[in-house]
Structure formats: C-alpha cells, structure tokens
C-alpha cells in the first residue's frame, strides 16, 4: 500500500493518500475535488553499507568546496 502525493487543480492543495488498491478514488482533503494529479515523489534512502569509503573534511573532492581545502562549515559538503 504505497503513500502517493497529489496536488489539487483546483485549490492548489498538496496531499499524501495512503491508496489502498489500484484505481481508487483520490479526491482533496481541503475543497473535496477530484480533480488531483499525482506527483513525482523524492525520497531518501539510508544505508549502513560500510563499502562506501569514507570521505573526511578537507579530504577527496569536497576539499575544493569552498575553494581552501576546507569544506567544513554552512553549506560544505559534510561526507564521513
């Protein structure tokens, strides 16, 4: 049972639906439409793979981040 995201074409509302079978009825939990389209969802994926090498800061290619050889701080690249 996947979690889609609509947004409504009539208010503008953005939702998640928990959709329990295919082809169910989606409609806005704000204006009642159905009138929604689904959208492209982004989604994160953890892993505890130690394959990975680990990349510290000032190190590999995140040391030209800020153009000193450190990358460490507000928007650096933060790996390891």
Do not use: H, T, W
């Not at 439409?33 to 959208?39: I, L, S, T």
């Amino acid at each position: 049972m996947p979690i889609y995201e609509y947004a409504c074409s009539g208010c503008g509302a953005r939702f998640e639906k928990l959709v329990r079978a295919f082809g169910e009825a989606v409609s806005c939990p704000v204006c009642s439409r159905a009138d929604v389209e689904k959208q492209l969802s982004v989604f994160a994926v953890a892993s505890s793979s130690s394959s990975a090498p680990a990349v510290r800061c000032g190190e590999g290619a995140c040391a030209a981040a800020d153009g000193n050889g450190s990358p460490c701080g507000a928007g650096g690249c933060m790996l390891g």
